[in-house]
């Protein structure tokens, strides 16, 4: 699994490669369920390179911060920055994390050695307030430019305050009913900054995004003779999927630069999963992707398994309903893809109507077991919230066996060899190989551009590891081919569930009681899933509380968005919404 | 050829079109408005119009389908009406986003908690339909509704649901989760069944 398991060896033990190579400069986190290294901050870079280029880390998963904070009196506060790495050709992760004082947290930035920590430092300086030194355009992502303090710090509190952690006191027993909007009413709920005048403000998001793609331009090109436009598509348009925006520099048709602007849906998830006791994080991760809930709960409940130890293991059957529901869930999310990218090429509805009709039967499937079609809110610590009711079982296999196959081939009879398809999609957005690692792309975009890395495979999870199926992948990273790997993966998927639905055993869904609270063991973990999107993480952090410490979103659309710039630059301006389309993005998971 | 592939896709939309008459003329006008119709519609076989023209026609709900938790109440033999709640707060605690407010109070002899709430409330704004306060219930006294059709014009007042408003008999959840409800019955009588030969085992060997 890892360099070193959740039970970390005493400091005396044998110091690593890596701890020899850096003397002084890299230590072993030694805190009891913890795992990785602790790098000093000056050293960050160095130490990077070398993990990079000599022992073959090259996909960095995940950056985030965690707050160490506690008022008492003498307590030891810091911020941690945590970095998850994996190597492109499979296997474990390799962590490590600086420390840096509150007060004053400067990190250097890894832009250079992994482009794709460019969002998610952003994210960690917009949510944290850690400052990466180095970075090329380090302006808040999530928050608008403008916003007072860093919201998920631990001393941070929300307009709509009510308690630090749930539950919440006046509930039970005395129930005084009442709205937090009307005790802390719009308009007093704000605390703002010492000296601060409403009248002489200035906002300055927009100066500012428009500074970056000016830069951004002229890096593309130094000698600007034509006149360049900005244009702004979004946030309010059907073409990107929910309220996000790109500011793209126009030369006649060509982007020059291209700015993502997200967070208009941003609900700061991870704080609020802070303040939730564990179990209620589980249907708050469907609302984060709602085309894929399964999945999302799949991930989180793999996270907080990883931490409670044997006693959440799930039973047989769990296991395999499991992968059976996170499987039509990558179909159902890939059928909308496909229909939505349809709509982004100009196909207008036709191909969206006629993939969703299938995803609305395995919602059926997904009502009738779960209780709800999107927000499933299934799974649990150790299992599954209920067993399939009579059934379903068999209408799953109907599906899987003759419906799904005969329409996914109807599909490709239909879109496939469709010469508009292929000429607005070939060669249009291309990735390579290098890029795509680099940029901490996943999914089927890491895929489409030839690298057969699926989180199934390469460091399984679940019981993935006994069904036979191939790793879709497909060579020319371009929008077609993330089209086709997409029906490459549905059709992975029904081999998948195949094996299931006919070695799914008899017998307990849950192991252990399915209480109420949930013990979850002091430590860290990282649990991630192949999700439709790519791979999706979780983050979590347990100081043996209720509530979890640290709650984390390795959100793939999110990550997915760094290389849109690349993609775009220096073709057409409708090329923008294609490459977009083939992302495939959701904006409850990329705002969270 | 050039050209091919898009002919290839016109001809699928046109299976589907021709389909939607076939399918039409073989059920005979029974294929809307009717429940069958409404399941063939929804079932794997289904070729042609797929839609279901609400609000003429729903979609039947499955026995899981979660909206709004109501309260239990069970009938005594003189008809009177008691909750099945017992105020133990499990559901408010439990609750993601914190909607359940329970009103527990004191028997003022024995000041011992009386078991049945004065009030509970649930802000059906807030409530995300998760689902947890049925599923965490030790006593089976919240379940989750099958109705979905709560719009209303106000969102102040109207949507906090009181305890009135929530409680339903039993008899109306035995109807809607049918499946469900048989097998709490046997448990709660087999658990019933336990206690008695339990005490029964307590009482024989003190006579
Ligand atoms: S509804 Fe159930 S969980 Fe909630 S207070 Fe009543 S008995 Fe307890
Ligand atoms: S369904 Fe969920 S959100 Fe709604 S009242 Fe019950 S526990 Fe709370």
Not at chain 1, 240 to 260: C, S
Not at chain 1, 324 to 336: D, K, Q, Y
Not at chain 2, 134 to 157: G, N, Q
Request: net charge negative.
């Amino acid at each position: 699994m890892t360099e070193q398991t959740a039970t970390a060896p005493a400091p005396a033990a044998e110091p690593t490669e890596l701890e020899k190579r850096f003397p002084g400069a890299v230590k072993r986190d030694a805190r009891p369920g913890y795992e990785g290294y602790v790098v000093e901050a000056g050293k960050l870079r160095e130490v990077a390179t070398a993990i990079r280029d000599e022992m073959g880390y090259d996909y960095l998963s995940s950056v985030t911060a965690v707050d160490y904070f506690s008022d008492a009196p003498n307590a030891n506060n810091f911020i941690e920055v945590v970095y998850h790495l994996y190597k492109s050709t499979g296997g474990g992760s390799l962590v490590y994390k600086v420390q840096v004082p509150r007060d004053n947290s400067v990190v250097p930035s890894l832009v250079d050695i992994y482009p794709g920590a460019d969002f998610q430092e952003r994210e960690a300086w917009d949510l944290y307030g850690v400052k990466f030194d180095g970075h090329p355009d380090l302006r808040r992502i999530l928050m608008w430019e403008g916003f007072n303090g860093h919201p998920m710090r631990k001393d941070w509190k929300e307009p709509y305050f009510e308690e630090e952690l749930k539950p919440f006191k006046n509930r039970w027993p005395e129930g005084q009913v009442y709205r937090i909007e009307d005790h802390n009413p719009f308009g007093r709920n704000v605390k703002y900054p010492a000296g601060f005048d409403p009248e002489g403000f200035r906002e300055s998001a927009d100066p500012a995004l428009y500074d970056s793609l000016e830069r951004a331009a002229r890096a593309y090109s130094e000698d600007i003779d034509t006149e360049q436009v900005v244009v702004n598509l979004g946030p309010q348009h059907p073409s990107t999927h929910g309220v996000f925006r790109m500011a793209v520099r126009l030369d006649g048709e060509t982007i020059v630069a291209l700015k993502p602007v997200m967070g208009y849906l941003h609900r700061n998830h991870e704080q609020i999963g802070e303040r939730n006791t564990w179990i209620m994080n589980m249907p708050f991760t469907d609302r984060l992707d709602y085309l894929s809930s399964m999945s999302n709960n799949f991930g989180y409940a793999l996270a907080v398994e990883k931490l409670m130890g044997e006693k959440a293991a799930p039973p047989e059957r769990a296991q395999y309903i499991r992968v059976i529901m996170a499987e039509l869930t990558r179909i159902s999310n890939h059928l909308w893809a496909i229909g939505f990218l349809l709509n982004d090429l100009g196909a207008f509805f036709t191909p969206a109507l006629y993939a969703i009709t299938e995803r609305e039967l395995i919602l059926d499937i997904f009502e009738a077991t779960t209780g709800s079609r999107m927000m499933c809110n299934y799974f649990r610590f150790g299992g599954v919230a209920r067993d399939f009711p009579a059934g379903q079982l068999d209408k799953i296999k109907d599906l899987v066996r003759e419906r799904l196959p005969r329409k996914i081939d109807e599909l490709d009879l239909y879109l496939t060899q469709n010469e508009l398809v292929r000429s607005r999609g070939e060669n249009v957005g291309v990735i390579t190989p290098e890029e795509a690692i680099a940029y901490s792309t996943a999914g089927p975009v890491l895929r489409a551009s030839g690298v057969p890395y699926d989180i199934r495979r390469a460091d399984p999870y679940g019981i993935y590891d006994r069904f036979d199926f191939d790793v879709a992948v497909r060579y020319h990273g371009d929008v077609y081919d993330r089209y086709m790997i997409r029906l490459d993966e549905m059709r992975q998927s029904l081999h998948i569930l195949e094996q299931a639905v006919k070695q799914i055993p008899e017998g307990e869904i849950m192991t252990g009681k399915n209480p109420y609270q949930v013990r979850v063991p002091a430590g860290e973990s990282y649990g991630r899933v192949e999700g439709p999107k790519g791979e999706l993480g979780y983050y979590v952090v347990s100081n043996g509380k209720a509530n979890p410490y640290r709650y984390h979103v390795r959100a793939p659309s999110f990550i997915n968005l760094t290389i849109l710039e690349k993609m775009c630059v220096g073709s057409k301006v409708a090329d923008a919404v294609v490459n977009l389309g083939s992302i495939d993005i959701v904006l409850g998971e990329v705002d969270r | 050829m050039y050209g091919i592939g898009v002919l290839k896709g016109m001809w699928v939309t046109l299976v589907h079109f021709i389909q939607t008459f076939v399918d039409d003329i073989k059920w005979a006008g029974k294929r809307y408005y009717t429940p069958e119709g409404i399941a063939h519609r929804s079932s794997k076989d289904t070729k042609g119009i797929f839609t279901v023209q609400y609000p003429e026609e729903k979609l039947p709900v499955p026995e899981e389908f979660r909206y709004i938790p109501i309260l239990l109440q069970e009938e005594d033999e003189h008809g009177n009406l008691h909750d099945r709640c017992t105020s133990c707060g499990i559901c408010a605690k439990v609750c993601p986003p914190q909607c359940i407010w329970i009103v527990r109070t004191e028997d003022p002899v024995t000041k011992r908690p009386v078991p049945e709430p004065v009030d509970f409330f649930i802000d059906v704004d807030i409530c995300m339909n998760c689902g947890y306060c049925a599923e965490y219930c030790p006593f089976d006294a919240i379940k989750m509704d099958h109705d979905y059709e709560l719009a209303t014009f106000d969102r102040h007042v109207q949507n906090i649901y009181n305890k009135e408003k929530l409680s339903k008999p039993v008899s109306y959840y035995a109807k809607i989760r049918p499946t469900n409800y048989a097998r709490e019955e046997a448990l709660r009588a087999a658990e019933a069944a336990k206690k008695v030969e339990a005490a029964a085992a307590k009482a024989a060997p003190a006579s």
